[in-house]
């Protein structure tokens, strides 16, 4: 009788050690390496290709399938992957042959077709306009946008090029390039067809005037229409630009105005627009308009407004009303900065600096872009100097390259280049020089430009 039991105790026994085993803990097993992506080569100095190396690299997808939610064959991921890696191409005379062949060869694929198209444009070579002009002509979705991104970059900087701006006015007639609204998208959307009126606004266009009245009238979400409008600078205009200002939000059901039509009339001070933005005041865009309108009928509504138990614009309405008000309105938003403590606030107002080029706030958008806690405060420090210019802004943009940016937060990425690349661009646009985030370069430069 004792056996079946001494043999179930043992049995127990090694059952209660092997959960014991079990529970001891084990040593965490080392990560796995990471794959290593050897299809782009990051962080190298500017190349400038040849015809056959920029076909090469054209030919090879610039993100895996699926990978950040890019599609490989989009020809304008190519091109950002050139930019991002650091590679150049401009095309030659002497290139045309090796490009027509790639483009002609059947292994080569479609979107990067369009791609080879897109440089030998610069060419002017009629083959390229030809399959350009296919595209504009196919039913392929995704060619037709990628041709109008190639007239865009290519076709669309030179108004003598007729036939392409011919094509880009033929893209904005329709709906070709619309993108419906949907269940994740309420409004209809198009990056290609904003970016197309937006080209010809910058390219003074005329003869697209009526058609661009007639593409905001079809979509007033889509602002890159009003901007052309704006940049046209025609009275007839007007009245599309005030009867697509106000819309009723499809979720809430509640009337907003739009931004892109109220920042226009206020910059093309418009006072017929004024009672509308009244009623929208508690909206930043109406704020920033009647700032801009600058109607004495807008001061006691903003005083209200900053009353109120709850302004989330606060500070866009105090520059609105230093504009209103203040006889030297760089001098009340400047002084606004110094006593301001809440760093959303401060980026509203040192863009309003920048907008009015003040070069008394240099010496504190330094300060800013040296020691600010908040990288984000840095960057549009930054930026702002570039806009704002002069010699101090100058010498001090080039000083910024001694300090040690790395480990902070940036909003491409994190580290010094991201600062670097900033810096740069505002120093492009103070000085008309393109040298690239190059330290050694801008020292150089200055060296030259402002001798001791």
């Known amino acids: 009788m004792w056996r079946p039991i001494a043999r179930n105790l043992v049995g127990m026994a090694a059952i209660i050690a092997a959960a014991g085993a079990a529970c001891v803990p084990r040593p965490p097993r080392p990560p796995a390496p990471r794959p290593v992506r050897t299809n782009l080569p990051w962080r190298v100095r500017p190349t400038e290709l040849t015809a056959e190396g920029f076909v090469e690299f054209i030919s090879i997808p610039a993100y895996p399938r699926g990978d950040m939610g890019l599609k490989e064959v989009q020809v304008y991921y190519r091109l950002e992957g050139m930019r991002y890696a650091g590679v150049v191409y401009t095309p030659k005379p002497t290139d045309a042959p090796v490009l027509l062949k790639a483009m002609r060869d059947p292994r080569t694929d479609r979107y990067a077709r369009i791609c080879i198209a897109r440089f030998l444009l610069d060419l002017e070579n009629e083959a390229a306009r030809k399959y350009i002009r296919a595209a504009v002509d196919g039913t392929d979705k995704r060619m037709l946008h990628n041709a109008a991104a190639a007239l865009l970059h290519r076709v669309g900087r030179d108004p003598r090029k007729k036939w392409g701006v011919t094509l880009m006015i033929d893209l904005i007639k329709d709906d070709r390039l619309i993108v419906p609204p949907g269940p994740v998208t309420p409004n209809a959307y198009s990056d290609a067809f904003d970016g197309i009126c937006r080209r010809l606004g910058e390219m003074k266009y005329t003869p697209a005037l009526r058609v661009l009245i007639h593409a905001l009238a079809r979509h007033p979400e889509i602002a890159g229409a009003a901007e052309a409008l704006e940049a046209l600078g025609d009275e007839t205009a007007v009245p599309v630009l005030l009867d697509t200002l106000r819309y009723r939000d499809r979720a809430t059901g509640a009337e907003k105005v739009?931004?892109?039509?109220?920042?226009?009339?206020?910059?093309?001070?418009?006072?017929?627009?004024?009672?509308?933005?009244?009623?929208?005041?508690?909206?930043?865009?109406?704020?920033?308009?009647?700032?801009?309108?600058?109607?004495?009928?807008?001061?006691?509504?903003?005083?209200?407004?900053?009353?109120?138990?709850?302004?989330?614009?606060?500070?866009?309405?105090?520059?609105?009303?230093?504009?209103?008000?203040?006889?030297?309105?760089?001098?009340?938003?400047?002084?606004?900065?110094?006593?301001?403590?809440?760093?959303?606030?401060?980026?509203?107002?040192?863009?309003?600096?920048?907008?009015?080029?003040?070069?008394?706030?240099?010496?504190?958008?330094?300060?800013?872009?040296?020691?600010?806690?908040?990288?984000?405060?840095?960057?549009?420090?930054?930026?702002?100097?570039?806009?704002?210019?002069?010699?101090?802004?100058?010498?001090?943009?080039?000083?910024?390259?001694?300090?040690?940016?790395?480990?902070?937060?940036?909003?491409?990425?994190?580290?010094?280049?991201?600062?670097?690349?900033?810096?740069?661009?505002?120093?492009?646009?103070?000085?008309?020089?393109?040298?690239?985030?190059?330290?050694?370069?801008?020292?150089?430069?200055?060296?030259?430009?402002?001798?001791?």
């Open 258 to 452: 739009r931004p892109a039509q109220a920042g226009v009339l206020g910059r093309l001070k418009r006072r017929e627009a004024v009672p509308t933005l009244l009623k929208h005041i508690e909206s930043a865009a109406a704020i920033d308009a009647l700032g801009e309108i600058g109607d004495p009928r807008a001061v006691a509504p903003l005083k209200r407004y900053l009353r109120g138990p709850s302004a989330p614009h606060r500070a866009r309405a105090q520059i609105a009303l230093a504009r209103l008000e203040a006889d030297d309105v760089g001098a009340a938003i400047l002084q606004l900065l110094k006593t301001e403590t809440i760093d959303a606030a401060t980026v509203d107002f040192i863009n309003a600096l920048a907008r009015l080029r003040e070069r008394r706030a240099v010496v504190h958008l330094l300060r800013f872009a040296r020691t600010s806690p908040n990288p984000l405060l840095r960057v549009v420090s930054i930026r702002a100097l570039g806009e704002i210019g002069g010699k101090s802004a100058i010498l001090g943009l080039i000083a910024l390259f001694d300090i040690d940016f790395s480990g902070l937060w940036h909003p491409d990425s994190r580290g010094a280049e991201p600062f670097f690349r900033d810096i740069a661009a505002a120093l492009a646009t103070a000085t008309g020089q393109h040298l690239g985030p190059d330290p050694e370069a801008w020292r150089k430069w200055r060296l030259a430009a402002y001798p001791a």
